[in-house]
């Protein structure tokens, strides 16, 4: 009985030692007033302005060239694959003797080349319509392809447009096999014209995506089909600024940026915010902007 009664009085003691701490806490600690808390928060949070900018991308259209090594690669397997690959049944598939037999055996002749001789030895020479290779095969004429259900097949277009010959940096299809992004050439911040990203300023109650697609359109014109990859910021830029340009603009500028494609269309800007634009890959942006507005984006740009 004893024992029990110690136990029950040490464990209303030591919940009592347990709770004091909470009751003086709260007896000492004063609730603060909401319009201290307001002026508080106000003196201590900083004046800034936002905008919203696009890094508008246009993907490459063509494949990369291979490399000296992606080719030894390539040629290396397709030897392994001709050697182990089993004689095709030819006398299964084509009549014997007939056109597409003959066919056929010429352009096996041309893979086996290809494998196992480089393509320094495939030499395709302008024939006429009754003419024969060197192998002794007719060359079928256009006039024979179509009478056996086939189309002539037309050559590849080639890989360097005439934008690239001619220079022309407005041009869409200008270096197929890079990444290009769209610079404007407009006013900034302190009214100076420079090449930037399309950015504009945010409304009330606009989120950073809402804001870069309406600003995106009113530079850029709305003859675009674009695609904002996604609803957060992939970099931020803060120019450093004089007091007196902060009390200008209303406090400290920071522009996000984010990430868009394009999908069809062109710019059409109005000639009036935005006097120029130029598709550039990353290498040819960096000569192009300032050295601290380079220096923010230049990690979220592709070196490809």
């Known amino acids: 009985m004893w024992s029990r009664n110690v136990a029950s009085v040490c464990r209303h003691r030591?919940?009592?030692c347990l709770r004091a701490p909470s009751r003086s806490l709260a007896s000492v600690a004063e609730t603060p007033s909401p319009l201290a808390s307001s002026s508080t928060s106000d003196?201590?949070?900083?004046?800034?302005?936002?905008?919203?900018?696009?890094?508008?991308?246009?993907?490459?259209?063509l494949t990369r060239t291979p490399t000296l090594f992606?080719?030894?690669?390539?040629?290396?397997?397709?030897?392994?694959?001709?050697?182990?690959?089993?004689?095709?049944?030819?006398?299964?598939?084509f009549k014997t003797g007939s056109l597409l037999?003959?066919?056929?055996?010429?352009?096996?002749?041309?893979?086996e080349r290809e494998a196992f001789g480089g393509p320094w030895l495939l030499k395709?020479?302008?024939?006429?319509?009754?003419?024969?290779?060197?192998?002794?095969?007719?060359?079928?004429?256009?006039?024979?392809?179509e009478n056996i259900g086939e189309e002539p097949v037309d050559p590849p277009a080639p890989r360097i447009h005439e934008?690239?010959?001619?220079?022309?940096?407005?041009?869409?299809?200008?270096?197929?096999?890079?990444?290009?992004?769209?610079?404007?050439?407009?006013?900034?911040?302190?009214?100076?014209?420079?090449?930037?990203?399309?950015?504009?300023?945010?409304?009330?109650?606009?989120?950073?995506h809402q804001a870069a697609l309406r600003d995106l359109q009113a530079e850029c014109g709305i003859n675009m089909d674009t695609w904002i990859v996604g609803?957060?910021?992939?970099?931020?830029?803060?120019?450093?600024?004089?007091?007196?340009?902060?009390?200008?603009?209303?406090?400290?500028?920071?522009?996000?940026?984010?990430?868009?494609?394009?999908?069809?269309?062109q710019v059409r800007p109005d000639g009036k915010n935005v006097t120029d634009f130029a598709w550039l890959t990353k290498q040819e942006i960096e000569p192009w902007v300032e050295k601290d507005y380079w220096a923010s984006v230049k990690d979220i740009l592709s070196d490809f």
């Not at 992606?70 to 598939?93: C, G, K, M, V």
């Not at 302008?126 to 024979?144: F, R, V, W």
């Open 43 to 61: 003196a201590s949070t900083p004046n800034v302005v936002l905008n919203a900018a696009v890094i508008l991308n246009r993907s490459p259209i």
């Open 124 to 145: 395709r020479r302008k024939t006429g319509p009754a003419a024969m290779d060197e192998d002794g095969i007719l060359i079928a004429s256009t006039d024979q392809m």
């Open 163 to 208: 934008a690239d010959k001619t220079g022309d940096v407005k041009s869409l299809d200008r270096a197929g096999e890079r990444n290009l992004y769209l610079l404007v050439r407009a006013k900034d911040h302190t009214g100076k014209q420079v090449w930037r990203f399309p950015q504009g300023g945010l409304q009330e109650g606009e989120l950073l």
């Open 101 to 111: 037999e003959k066919k056929f055996a010429k352009e096996e002749k041309l893979r």
């Open 231 to 265: 609803k957060k910021p992939i970099a931020v830029y803060q120019p450093s600024l004089p007091e007196s340009t902060k009390k200008a603009l209303g406090g400290e500028l920071y522009t996000f940026f984010l990430k868009a494609h394009i999908l069809a269309g």
């Open 70 to 93: 992606e080719r030894a690669y390539y040629a290396y397997q397709s030897r392994i694959r001709r050697a182990l690959f089993n004689p095709f049944p030819t006398d299964f598939y």
């Open 14 to 16: 030591t919940r009592g």
